[in-house]
């Protein structure tokens, strides 16, 4: 498998993730805004999914804004 690619757990099922754009989270009220500064960014728009969703222990699951319990996760699939 290649190294330099990065998947993440959603679901059950491995997501190929573009390198260069992170993964964030967001709650239910800053969603809007991150969504915006994901895209302003990183000039791409974000896949949302739950937060709940994401199997990774690793990740730190708070609002980039607020540090409340995040709801959605942003991030960037890879397509195939
Ligand atoms: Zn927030």
Known sequence: ????EKTIRIEGKDVVLHPEH?????CMEH???QID???DEFEAAPDTYRAASIEDDK???RCRECGAPADF????????
């Open 31 to 33: 969603a809007d805004t």
């Open 73 to 80: 996760a942003l991030l960037r699939e890879k397509g195939m």
């Open 1 to 4: 498998m290649d190294k330099k």
């Open 37 to 39: 500064e994901y895209v």
């Open 59 to 61: 990740l730190d699951k």
């Open 22 to 26: 992170p993964v964030r989270f967001a």
